[in-house]
T-cell receptor
């Protein structure tokens, strides 16, 4: 069964600090892994898309890593800002009529 | 990147009324659109898949007579919640893709509140 599991479920950190979110998947066959940011009351917005051959990809203060052997990905946020407060969702194509398997997300709160 | 819009962004209606939500792909032709429902602190739940010019395919447990989907053009899909009840209150999100397997682009969502 295709599954995407994210941890932690929620996280609170102080502004300016770094944090790392985790995503483990069992989707097969694997083509790519996507990280989305969803602000409260908004739709998901793509942060990164990582293919099988990519180990690291950065988008500003966001850096995603992928280990296809262990089927793990992480999203590292550097020098967090208040605007980083959101849910971060890991999505892997595979399974479902929409071809996607969603993680439940990590709810991140940045405190001043 | 591609842009998907939704209208309205939020709607409040009385129980028993019907509400229509529009999903538009602004700069590409979307052969397939997906409709999701999201409850607080939950992940997106796929409701139905909509292909242009054909009937929508609904996920198990989703009532097709209650959630009417029309995908009449390559840039517009609509979701009509008929005879809405308070339990239908949720955040509805659409996504669109140009071709099967291509990246999906999500709309900003519509907050429905049924009183």
């Amino acid at each position: 069964k295709n599954q995407v599991e994210q941890s932690p479920q929620s996280l609170i950190i102080l502004e300016g600090k770094n944090c790392t979110l985790q995503c483990n998947y069992t989707v097969s066959p694997f083509s790519n892994l996507r990280w989305y940011k969803q602000d409260t009351g908004r739709g998901p917005v793509s942060l990164t898309i990582m293919t099988f051959s990519e180990n690291t990809k950065s988008n500003g203060r966001y850096t995603a890593t992928l280990d296809a052997d262990t089927k793990q990905s992480s999203l590292h946020i550097t020098a967090s800002q208040l605007s980083d407060s959101a849910s971060y969702i890991c999505v892997v194509p595979g399974g479902g009529a929409d071809g996607l398997t969603f993680g439940k997300g990590t709810h991140l709160i940045i405190q001043p | 990147g591609a842009v998907v819009s939704q209208h309205p962004s939020r709607v409040i209606c009385k129980s028993g009324t019907s509400v229509k939500i529009e999903c538009r792909s602004l700069d590409f032709q979307a052969t397939t659109m997906f409709w999701y429902r999201q409850f607080p602190k939950q992940s997106l739940m796929l409701m139905a898949t909509s292909n242009e010019g054909s009937k929508a395919t609904y996920e198990q447990g989703v009532e097709k007579d209650k959630f009417l989907i029309n995908h009449a053009s390559l840039t517009l899909s609509t979701l009509t919640v008929t005879s809405a009840h308070p339990e239908d209150s949720s955040f509805y999100i659409c996504s669109a893709t140009g071709r099967p397997g291509d990246t999906q682009y999500f709309g900003p969502g519509t907050r429905l509140t049924v009183l």
